[in-house]
């Protein structure tokens, strides 16, 4: 697998020449040179999949106020846009350049339904041990002795996530990978960071960003076991079919006392505002 052994492939793009290249594809010729040494006019390129999305992520309506369960009720105050959001417009699949959608209508929309909401909602008291939970936190991390690095962790992360959570999954792989999280998530407790320092602390950020990661790939591989379906971006191979009666519904997660709960009661909203709305089809590609 891969050009001798390697994980990447070639892709060739020399028969477009130089002046097709400069004029259509100049980031990705600078990329290629910046980062991968090579000059894509005169030689292949190696490519690799990556992740480059995450579909899912906090569940808001068209609004962008956030909604807290499958009713759909709101949450006061709280809005999401972009990436972190789901507004349910991209279906199991977000397809190419449908970011800006997001980025760029859901963000000025999130700006005006905030500069409208304001003049309703009343400064709330904060709770007197508001900031409790993040300084325990950060107090744990630069004080643990333990000998584990965040990189290592990281990197571990990464690798079997890719190879056991990618596009194509089993249950089998992803039983894997939910042991392996349990393993890492052990190893995390016992993590030391080298910089004590409490400012511009970057040790810190990347292992408070690394118990992030850990978390939120729980709620992915949990998701894939329990979808026991095959769907836009989610592959299983022992459920390669569509089932729309049983998962033609958003998964929703909550984290309570370091677990995942997963429900899939919440209906995907087929039907647009101005639209007669899509049925979703079988791929037959
Ligand atoms: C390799 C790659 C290729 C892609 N190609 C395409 C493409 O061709 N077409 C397309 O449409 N989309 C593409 N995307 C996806 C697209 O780039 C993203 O979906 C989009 O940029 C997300 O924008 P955003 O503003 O929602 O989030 P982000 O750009 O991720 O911005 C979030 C910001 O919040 C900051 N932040 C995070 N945590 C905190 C915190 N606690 N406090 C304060 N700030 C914080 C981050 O530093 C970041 O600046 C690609 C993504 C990748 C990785």
């Not at 001798?4 to 990705?28: C, F, K, S, W």
């Not at 003049?119 to 904060?126: F, N, Q």
């Not at 569509?242 to 006392?257: M, V």
Request: net charge negative.
């Amino acid at each position: 697998r891969g050009i001798n052994g390697g994980d990447y492939i070639h892709l060739d793009v020399t028969h477009l020449g130089e002046a097709r290249l400069m004029e259509r594809l100049p980031q990705i010729t600078e990329l290629a040179m910046n980062f991968a040494g090579v000059d894509p006019r005169r030689e292949p390129i190696p490519i690799q999949p990556t992740a480059h999305y995450s579909m899912g992520g906090i569940p808001a309506n068209p609004n962008t106020r956030v909604t807290c369960n499958e009713n759909r009720d709101e949450t006061i105050g709280f809005y999401a846009a972009g990436e972190c959001s789901c507004i349910s417009v991209h279906g199991a699949n977000r397809l190419g350049t449908n970011s800006l959608l997001e980025a760029l209508l859901f963000g000025r929309r999130a700006g005006k339904q905030i500069v409208r909401d304001l003049p309703h909602h009343d400064w709330p008291e904060l709770p007197a041990d508001y900031e409790d939970m993040a300084r325990e936190e950060i107090d744990r991390l630069l004080n643990s002795d333990g000998t584990e690095k965040v990189a290592a962790i990281r990197s571990e992360l990464q690798e079997s996530m890719m190879r056991d959570c990618g596009v194509f999954r089993t249950k089998e792989q992803l039983q894997r990978q939910h042991e392996k999280l349990e393993e890492l998530q052990e190893r995390y407790r016992r993590i030391r960071i080298d910089d004590k320092g409490t400012r511009f602390n970057t040790d810190l950020i990347e292992a408070i960003e690394l118990g992030h990661l850990l978390e939120f790939s729980g709620a992915i591989v949990e998701g894939a076991l329990r979808r026991e379906e095959s769907r836009g971006g989610h592959f299983r191979r022992d459920f390669p079919k569509r089932d729309d009666a049983r998962f033609l519904k958003h998964t929703l997660a909550w984290h309570r006392d370091g677990k995942w709960t997963l429900t899939f009661e919440k209906p995907v909203v087929l039907k647009g505002v101005h639209h007669k709305g899509f049925e979703p089809k079988e791929r037959k590609y």
